[in-house]
């Protein structure tokens, strides 16, 4: 390099093949007839020659192919040849281009050939291959490098797109949901079996029966249709299923799906759209279907659905099913129903009837019990004790009208006061002693008692007296006078209690003063200002209080 910077050329050269660095010579030559007019007079054709043919000895062709391009030596068929073995393709190209047009083909493929297969580059490989027309192959390369956009602009050119590579685009497309440009990969590749399933997953049924009957003839179209439906239908897939029939137009298919894979629902809600006159007789099948297979309840649910219930009655009783035979002809057909399953029941049982209405009482079923009894002469004994264990019953869930009618058919009537006092519901405990109570006073009185202590407890709760005078009119009308005086002594209520004894019982005012006294003097003692204390007394007073505001 210094012997070149100085112009020593000669000395250079010779260095270089003594050391035999070719490569290096080579260039330095090179360089030097680019920048130089007289580099015939410095550099021989015969020592170019010799050094050409040492590098070709090394099998350094690409750089024996730069010499065989020097003006000096100018023989352009050897300088591609050599580019050519190099594999240096882009000089071999550029070459051919001006030298030999008819080689630029086939140096193209050999490049693309060279890129994808032993480099490893088909992305680079593909313009190549378009280069030297090879369409296909740019494909390949254009699939192999994933540029599935630009494979599918190539493919877009061809007359037939090679399946296997075209199939790659379209489940590339798939994948990223574009499912236009695969479903026309498909179609231009005419896999329409393929366009056909792309769109029955996505669920654009109609149209792919559409292309379907466009594309393939009705048999082959229903055929594909078939298999594809049972493909989802052996996978569990009904609805999708489903949905291929009825796209297809076949209903029944569908429905003869779900029978047999017991989806009863599902095949009702196809025969009620599309059958309607069929549900009922549909009903009723599947229903017998599941009696014999002795699956009831099921088979019941059915015959409710066709308005059948008698028949699902029958078939309990048929299985000696009483109590689901007693269930559902009382729920469907009414008491009138009801008793006469209970009167054939009881017939069957071996047991004293006596002994069916025990059993009866124990499951709740009180309204059989009654039917036995009401049509049995040797049961009438137990009637007031079912009833009143049934109006326990409706008590318990809070069907307090219902408990009442009970209470009331059974002689009790003051077993439903108590049970509406215990709910605090003191109308109808009025209403109740009025109407069905005999010598009912002593009961209204109590009635009365009960609810002005319930609202003269809801008082103190609350420290709100502004009802006091009802709980006086409650407690007078019920008679109980020297409970009211009690009652608001005991609360320290003296002018209320005074009020009392001084209108309707004057015989207590002597003793209620001395325990007013007693009372007043004990907070007069534990208070500092005793007569700031007696006028607090009065004063919170709720009759006290009403004077006050005059």
Same mark, same amino acid.
């Given at each position: 390099?210094?012997?070149?910077?100085?112009?020593?050329?000669?000395?250079?050269?010779?260095?270089?093949?003594?050391?035999?660095?070719?490569?290096?010579?080579?260039?330095?030559?090179?360089?030097?007839?680019?920048?130089?007019?007289?580099?015939?007079?410095?550099?021989?054709?015969?020592?170019?020659?010799?050094?050409?043919?040492?590098?070709?000895?090394? @099998?350094? +062709?690409?750089?024996?192919?730069?010499?065989?391009?020097?003006?000096?030596?100018? $023989?352009?068929? =050897?300088?591609?040849?050599?580019?050519?073995?190099?594999?240096?393709?882009?000089?071999?190209?550029?070459?051919?281009?001006?030298?030999?047009?008819? @080689?630029?083909?086939?140096?193209?493929? /050999?490049?693309?050939?060279?890129?994808?297969?032993?480099?490893?580059?088909?992305?680079?490989?593909?313009?190549?291959?378009?280069?030297?027309?090879?369409?296909?192959?740019?494909?390949?390369?254009?699939?192999?490098?994933?540029?599935?956009?630009?494979?599918?602009?190539?493919?877009?050119?061809?007359?037939?797109?090679?399946?296997?590579?075209?199939?790659?685009? #379209?489940?590339?497309?798939? /994948?990223?949901?574009?499912?236009?440009? #695969?479903?026309?990969?498909?179609?231009?590749?005419?896999?329409?079996?393929?366009?056909? /399933?792309?769109?029955?997953?996505?669920?654009?049924?109609?149209?792919?029966?559409?292309?379907?009957?466009? !594309?393939?003839?009705?048999?082959?179209?229903?055929? %594909?249709?078939? &298999?594809?439906?049972?493909?989802?239908?052996?996978?569990?897939?009904?609805?999708?299923?489903?949905?291929?029939?009825?796209?297809?137009?076949?209903?029944?298919?569908?429905?003869?799906?779900?029978?047999?894979?017991?989806?009863?629902?599902? %095949?009702?809600?196809?025969?009620?759209?599309?059958?309607?006159?069929?549900?009922?007789?549909?009903?009723?099948?599947?229903?017998?279907?599941?009696?014999?297979?002795?699956?009831?309840?099921?088979?019941?649910?059915?015959?409710?659905?066709?308005? @059948?219930?008698?028949?699902?009655?029958?078939?309990?009783? $048929?299985?000696?099913?009483?109590?689901?035979?007693?269930?559902?002809?009382?729920?469907?057909?009414? #008491?009138?129903?009801?008793?006469?399953?209970?009167?054939?029941?009881?017939?069957?049982?071996?047991?004293?009837?006596?002994?069916?209405?025990?059993?009866?009482?124990?499951?709740?079923?009180?309204?059989? #019990?009654?039917?036995?009894?009401?049509?049995?002469?040797?049961?009438?004994?137990?009637?007031?004790?079912?009833?009143?264990?049934?109006?326990?019953?409706?008590? $318990?869930?809070?069907?307090?009208?219902?408990?009442?009618? %009970?209470?009331?058919?059974?002689?009790?009537?003051?077993?439903?006061?108590?049970?509406?006092? *215990?709910? =605090?519901?003191?109308?109808?405990?009025?209403?109740?002693?009025?109407? +069905?109570?005999?010598?009912?006073?002593?009961?209204?009185?109590?009635?009365?008692?009960? /609810?002005?202590?319930?609202?003269?407890?809801?008082?103190?709760?609350?420290?709100?007296?502004?009802?006091?005078?009802?709980?006086?009119?409650?407690?007078?009308?019920?008679?109980?006078?020297? &409970?009211?005086?009690?009652?608001?002594?005991?609360?320290?209520?003296?002018?209320?209690?005074?009020?009392?004894?001084?209108?309707?019982?004057? *015989?207590?005012?002597?003793?209620?003063?001395?325990?007013?006294?007693?009372?007043?003097?004990?907070?007069?003692?534990?208070?500092? +200002?005793?007569?700031?204390?007696?006028?607090?007394?009065?004063?919170?007073?709720?009759?006290? %209080?009403?004077? !006050?505001?005059?």
């Amino acid at each position: 390099m210094i012997l070149q910077q100085n112009g020593k050329l000669e000395e250079a050269i010779g260095l270089y093949m003594k050391s035999g660095r070719l490569v290096q010579l080579t260039k330095l030559i090179v360089d030097h007839f680019s920048t130089n007019s007289d580099q015939n007079q410095i550099i021989s054709k015969d020592l170019v020659d010799k050094i050409i043919i040492d590098l070709e000895r090394a @099998e350094a +062709y690409e750089e024996a192919g730069d010499l065989y391009q020097l003006p000096i030596i100018d $023989n352009k068929q =050897n300088a591609l040849r050599s580019f050519t073995k190099a594999k240096a393709f882009s000089k071999a190209i550029n070459l051919a281009r001006v030298q030999f047009p008819d @080689e630029v083909v086939t140096l193209e493929s /050999q490049y693309g050939e060279y890129l994808m297969n032993e480099m490893d580059d088909p992305s680079n490989a593909v313009n190549h291959f378009i280069e030297a027309g090879r369409t296909e192959k740019a494909l390949e390369a254009a699939v192999m490098a994933r540029q599935f956009d630009r494979a599918a602009e190539i493919a877009s050119i061809l007359d037939q797109i090679p399946t296997h590579y075209g199939k790659k685009i #379209a489940e590339y497309y798939v /994948q990223r949901d574009e499912i236009e440009p #695969a479903l026309e990969m498909y179609l231009n590749m005419s896999c329409v079996r393929d366009a056909v /399933q792309l769109l029955n997953d996505r669920g654009q049924y109609a149209r792919a029966f559409k292309i379907a009957k466009q !594309l393939m003839s009705t048999d082959e179209a229903r055929e %594909m249709y078939e &298999m594809i439906a049972k493909s989802y239908e052996s996978n569990g897939k009904w609805k999708e299923a489903e949905r291929i029939y009825i796209a297809c137009g076949d209903v029944d298919a569908a429905i003869s799906m779900y029978k047999n894979n017991r989806e009863f629902d599902s %095949m009702l809600k196809l025969v009620r759209q599309h059958h309607p006159g069929l549900l009922t007789e549909t009903c009723i099948y599947l229903a017998r279907e599941l009696e014999s297979e002795h699956l009831y309840k099921q088979a019941e649910q059915y015959y409710l659905m066709a308005n @059948e219930w008698q028949q699902a009655a029958q078939m309990y009783r $048929n299985v000696s099913q009483w109590e689901d035979s007693y269930r559902v002809s009382r729920a469907n057909g009414g #008491a009138s129903a009801a008793k006469q399953v209970a009167f054939h029941w009881a017939q069957t049982m071996s047991t004293p009837q006596e002994a069916v209405v025990d059993y009866a009482l124990e499951n709740n079923e009180f309204e059989f #019990a009654l039917s036995l009894i009401r049509n049995s002469s040797d049961l009438k004994h137990k009637l007031i004790d079912v009833q009143l264990k049934y109006a326990g019953w409706l008590e $318990n869930e809070n069907l307090f009208n219902e408990a009442e009618t %009970m209470y009331v058919e059974a002689g009790k009537p003051k077993e439903a006061v108590v049970m509406y006092l *215990h709910h =605090n519901n003191f109308d109808d405990a009025l209403r109740v002693a009025t109407e +069905y109570v005999q010598q009912e006073d002593e009961v209204v009185k109590d009635i009365l008692t009960a /609810q002005a202590r319930y609202l003269f407890d809801e008082m103190k709760r609350y420290n709100d007296f502004d009802r006091i005078d009802r709980v006086e009119s409650l407690l007078l009308r019920a008679g109980r006078i020297e &409970m009211a005086v009690r009652l608001f002594r005991d609360s320290g209520l003296w002018d209320e209690a005074v009020h009392i004894a001084e209108q309707y019982a004057p *015989h207590l005012l002597e003793s209620l003063r001395r325990d007013m006294i007693t009372s007043t003097t004990a907070h007069a003692t534990s208070s500092t +200002y005793p007569s700031i204390s007696l006028q607090s007394s009065r004063v919170n007073s709720p009759r006290m %209080m009403n004077q !006050l505001d005059y």
